[in-house]
């Protein structure tokens, strides 16, 4: 039978117990695992995005956190090394028991990571290029921030055919899983649009000289080169090749094209004109020569941060840019699924429509993993690097 | 396709030098080392650090690429080599000197930075030089240069035909009274200065790379086997042979064979004539 006089006392412990819980959620923090081949080869973009990545969790946090939950944020270099990137995405998902992984950072470690990461459940942004990495069936939480490499190239392959009006193309690859796999997709893409490139190479990274190459090229009638390689050495020497050779032929494609290495390793600074490189409407001047709000706010953040001195930003913006919206789009997950519960947050970014970011608009859908939209893709001009950012080629 | 074979040639002498600074280790120690290749890389990285980052004349970046391989050759004969051979006659050199190369590959990544970086001029000439150009003659013409000093080295002077006593018979040379230790010691600081020389002659093709090392331990190690272990003009032939078979390689069937016939290459002459092309056989009396 019930007793009246019992009721406050239930009452009193059922508040408690509430109370309890609410604050074990506040002090609950919300782990975000951050794989960053912040050393080896390819550093150069993780460190940037590393810097946009500790601005948001900052900010976040100085704001009280996600729902009163902190941000702790657990970085692991992999050195670029796709099988540390393995042990480490392990080692975040099964023993740190991280609510979130970012990364990996380059596409061969996530070939390796992503499933590892998908096994565990845990929910994985990816800022990997390549199309294998994301699939809404083999691994359901991976959703992708960057463009696609098929956007890249589509970009390229625009500028080409429809703004120069050029369509004798010339594509040379790396012999790296990265150059083969695009030096591929992008002949498909070229033959789908009617085109049949009329010279395709494969060359080693390290070759020292790509004269050969580009000559046969010139013979074969190419009117354009579209070089798909992320390796800045090799791309230097293209470019070398290309100003010894005296040939002012158009150069179109990856976005290592405008990396600002590139500028030191040629022979002389005219070698890089009239080179175009797939890249982003986030970090375009338009043609007030301004950069969109969001960008221009979120450098003047993080300025001081990344240009000692307060100076010009010497990096490519673009990676700062998304590492800050990576932790942002987990504040919208976190907010939009009421806490860290992996399938609610699933549910939550598959109905993610126009999440606006700084690097781009996001919508994910439960059968399209791709965040990135095509508009936000634009032809840059290479040797227009200023500030981190670019101007548009036309 | 001329351009090719004269870069083929150019890729090659930097295979040969980084063979002849392994046949220097190898004819006092007996130790293939995993560093070899990382020698010609401090070369490049030191001779690019002082000539184009400290504004120093080239004969000071010289210096500098030689002396910091010197440097890191002593460093590997004190760390990865001495207390090694002393315990075990076990092939752990290898493990050692491959953590030495990491480490010191590692340490100039975090230091120099991973992108490659820009070699300076170093004789004033115009870039529309072509196949005349500095970049390709200049480690040509050390490669042969080296190959030819260490000959004149081994024959003419004391020091040399210690060397070849060590490299005969260390225990017999011992016996006669010869400081193995001291010896083995110099020719790991004279290795290190050879490599050192080769990055440098070759920076301007190379750049000035910290993840060219192990590229250069394997393809030296292919030129060596490939010429025969302890002939300085096998591993001349040898650095040649591969960096032409690479470029040809690349030039008719494209990058994607290249390292699946370099190494094919090492297969067939290992299976032809194991002792190399220009190699001595093994002869053991019973």
Redesign the interface.
Known sequence: MFHLSRLPRKLAASLALACIATLAQANDVIRIGWLSSL??????AAQAENQGVQLAVAEINAAGGINGRKLELLTRDT??DPTKAVNLAQQLAFSEKVHFIIGPVNSGEGLGATPVIARAGVPNLVIGALEELTDPVKYPRAFRLINTNRQWISTANNYALKTLKRSRIALIG??TGYG?ASAKTATEMLEAAGVKPVYT????P????L??EL?KARAAGADVIMPWSAA??LV?RLL?AR??M?WNVPVVGHTALM?P?IR??L??PEYWENVVAAGYASTTFGADGKLPPATAALMEKVRSRIAPGGGEIELLFWWVAMGYDCVKVIEHAVKAAGGTDPAAIQKALENTRELRGVFANYSWSPTDRNGFPDGDMVPNIANTLRDGAFKLAR | ?L??LV?GL??GAVFAATALAYNVMFSTSKVLSVTTGHLPMLGGVAGAYVIAGLGLPWWLGLLAAMGTGALFGLLTELVAIRRVLARSDEHLWLLSTLALATMVQ?AV??WWG?????FPRLIPQD??A?LADQKFWLPIALAVAMAGGLELFYSRTMAGKLFVAMSEDAFAARARGIPTDRIRVASYALAGALGGLAGFAAGQ???A?F??GL?LTLNGFIALAVGGLGSNVGALIGGFALGLL?ALA??WF???Y??TIAVGLLMVVLLVKPEGLLGSKQVRPV
């Open positions: 050393t080896g080869p390819l550093s150069s050195a670029g790396d012999t083969t190479v494969l060359v080693d390290n070759k020292t000289d004269t050969d000559a800045t050495g230097g070398n100003g010894d005296g990396a290495q030191k390793l022979n002389k | 396709m351009s090719a870069a150019a890729t590692q990544g975090l991973t992108e490659p970086r820009p870039f529309s072509g093709l190379t750049f790379y993840a060219l590229t690479n690349s030039y494209g990058g994607e290249q390292q």
